[in-house]
């Protein structure tokens, strides 16, 4: 079965520099959700599409944004990057509105900011 | 405000051994979806179960089997004969069940070690 695709699988980047992180979702699922896991820590959400809308908004910093494309991909930006935001961010997607609100994650990104 | 108690920061185990994982939720929804998700060494989340808020009936699944009590907000979550390969962080995980398409809010884990 089709699993949730994300790119790259591993970033590395400076203070200051920024990052485009990519999110392709399970085919037919309506939301797309991204999270951000510290080292040691539980997945903390960060916003989600509902069929190419925003639909939540979390704990996102104001340097962060994040879209979804009429393909259903999601990319979420990050500018001006901090050491704080080294972490894992997973992508996740869902068919909630059809009574399937499991959400199924990516392998995700783990980003280094040096 | 939604919150899930995982009590158990770190359990270790012997192979074979039965192990029961503890969560505990908060929420003023009355309808909601509770879950629990794995995250072994190599990263990757994976889904292991859901259950509705409106349904308690406990169930059985291979060697998982979990026990849902809303009088007392309780989901855990027992592993049958360990084995090796279920070391890994568990997180229980709650969302709303307006809608459907509703964040996760999780614990702060489990990390089970299962011991040859």
Redesign the interface.
């Given at each position: 079965a089709a699993g949730v695709i994300q790119s790259p699988r591993h970033l590395i980047k400076e203070k200051r520099e920024t990052a485009t992180l990519k999110c392709y979702p399970i085919p037919r699922h309506d939301t797309v959700y991204w999270y951000q896991q510290g080292p040691g820590q539980d997945p903390q959400f960060l916003i989600s599409f509902y069929e190419k809308m925003q639909s939540d908004k979390g704990s996102i910093p104001d340097r962060f944004s994040a879209q979804q494309f009429s393909d259903y991909h999601s990319e979420l930006n990050m500018s001006s990057l901090e050491l704080g935001d080294s972490a894992l961010y997973f992508c996740a997607s869902s068919q909630g509105t059809s009574g399937v609100p499991e959400q199924y994650f990516g392998p995700g990104t783990r980003l280094t900011v040096t | 405000a939604q919150k899930v108690t995982q009590a158990q920061t770190e359990i270790s185990v012997v192979e074979k051994e039965d192990v029961t994982l503890d969560c505990v939720y908060e929420t003023r929804d009355t309808t909601y979806?509770l879950?629990w998700?794995k995250q072994p060494p190599s990263?990757?989340?994976?889904?292991l179960i859901?259950r509705n808020s409106f349904d308690e009936q406990n169930e059985i699944s291979g060697r998982y089997s979990w026990n849902f009590q809303k009088s007392t907000s309780s989901f855990n979550f027992t592993i049958t004969a360990s084995q090796v390969v279920d070391s890994a962080v568990y997180?229980c995980a709650l969302?709303r069940?307006e809608?459907?398409?509703?964040?996760?809010?999780?614990?702060?884990?489990t990390k089970l070690t299962v011991n040859p």
């Open positions: - | 979806y879950f998700y990263g990757e989340l994976v889904f859901r997180f969302s069940g809608g459907g398409s509703e964040k996760l809010v999780f614990g702060k884990g």
